[in-house]
């Protein structure tokens, strides 16, 4: 091996296994109590965010830097104690802003890193579930310009 080559090696390979390409999607990967992270939901959802929330909001036209603004505050606030739990019997546990909801959920397809679910909280939706490592999932709803909520696994 050449010495350009085995040093290009050793400079990759902390990159090379700091990304976790072994991590498939699975329900029981799901399981577990899950935070939401606002500042890498915000960077996600922003866009659509903007796009799907037609109306004034706080009394601010849309596509203000006011209205902006008022649409990331209202979202930090709901979403800077919310968790979701997942449960091994297909139960999940929702607390945001001190109301806390049951529901359940059902996996409907399973493809690597991502999972399809369906959850009942009162009516019937659909999600995207992508693991982006072991710790990381981001949840979409499957709608048109669907904000993207991160969620941090819990650690014990």
Request: glycine share 8%; proline share 4%.
């Amino acid at each position: 091996m050449s010495p350009i080559l085995r040093l290009i090696l050793v400079l990759l390979l902390p990159l090379l296994s700091a990304c976790d390409s072994s991590v498939t999607a699975s329900k029981e990967s799901l399981h577990g109590k899950w935070t939401a992270d606002f500042p890498l939901s915000w960077s996600a959802s922003r866009e659509a965010l903007m796009k799907t929330t037609k109306h004034g909001g706080g009394g601010h036209l849309p596509g203000s830097s006011e209205y902006e603004a008022f649409i990331k505050k209202s979202l930090e606030a709901e979403m800077k104690t919310m968790t979701l739990t997942f449960h091994a019997d297909g139960k999940v546990s929702v607390l945001s802003m001190g109301h806390a909801s049951e529901g359940s959920y059902q996996v409907r397809k399973i493809d690597q890193r991502k999972l399809n679910v369906t959850m009942l909280f009162g009516g019937e939706r659909e999600y995207v579930i992508e693991f982006v490592d072991a710790n990381q999932i981001h949840v979409t709803e499957t709608v048109e310009n669907a904000p993207t909520a991160v969620l941090i696994r819990d650690r014990p």
